[in-house]
């Protein structure tokens, strides 16, 4: 993995503790869609955080973290980069990268684990899209879809993509899907067989994921997430 220091670009509140952060190595930059950097807050203190966006020709790395007062783990980063208005990070890291495939995709996110499927749609919107995409984001309450309008713009753009937003508590105006995300796939897909199944969020929801969609025929070896390398 490369070493690199990075100037922090933009730094700011997209939704309630849920930050947005640009930024840009002094180096060029090599990674997948779908792949992760380790911020370096000392030798033996690196932490992760899911790329969100496919790598770009002006080196930038765009971050959806997740912090508030009592998430000292991110808020500390936040801290740092507002203090020195520079990071170093360490990437390219994780194998749940895109893959090519002429299999149908899912795309699961859990909270800010959309920033991981924000990466690899992305590059597939770039490349084209030629076979159906599914996006199925879940978050625990509405206003922390904020990434809503542009996938839904993207939704109507590509007839090939399907946009599913999935809150756990709505209120009375929510008009959406609710519930947990993963649910709202096994009651949308009869069988997972023949799909390439990628998933970001917390380990408890991966892992319940996981064995849920084995109910349903998926293939092992197509369904990635790098919560996998460690439950």
């Excluded at 807050?41 to 932490?47: G, Q, V």
């Excluded at 922390?144 to 993207?154: D, G, I, Q, R």
């Excluded at 649910?183 to 390439?196: K, N, Q, R, V, W």
Aim: net charge negative; charged share 25%.
């Amino acid at each position: 993995m490369q070493k690199i220091s990075c100037n922090v670009e933009a730094l700011h509140e997209m939704a309630d503790t849920l930050w947005y952060v640009r930024l840009k190595p002094e180096q060029p930059v090599d990674f997948h869609p779908g792949q992760y950097l380790l911020v370096v807050m000392a030798d033996d203190d690196k932490r992760p955080f899911s790329i969100a966006n496919m790598p770009q020709e002006n080196g930038e790395i765009e971050l959806h973290i997740g912090a508030s007062p009592d998430n000292t783990y991110a808020m500390q980063v936040l801290k740092r980069m507002q203090e020195q208005g520079q990071i170093e990070v360490q990437l390219p890291a994780g194998k749940a990268y895109l893959r090519e495939s002429r299999h149908p995709v899912i795309l699961m996110a859990g909270g800010t684990g959309f920033a991981y499927t924000r990466s690899i749609l992305q590059q597939m919107l770039a490349d084209g899209l030629h076979k159906p995409v599914f996006l199925y984001w879940g978050v625990r309450h509405e206003e922390h879809l904020y990434a809503h309008n542009e996938l839904t713009a993207w939704a109507a753009e590509h007839k090939e993509l399907t946009y599913v937003p999935v809150v756990q508590t709505g209120n009375e105006h929510w008009q959406g899907r609710d519930g947990l995300v993963h649910e709202a796939i096994m009651e949308d897909f009869p069988s997972l067989t023949g799909y390439d199944i990628y998933v970001a969020g917390r380990f408890e929801m991966a892992g319940v994921a996981r064995e849920a969609f084995k109910e349903k025929g998926v293939d092992a070896e197509r369904l990635f997430g790098d919560a996998y390398e460690f439950i």
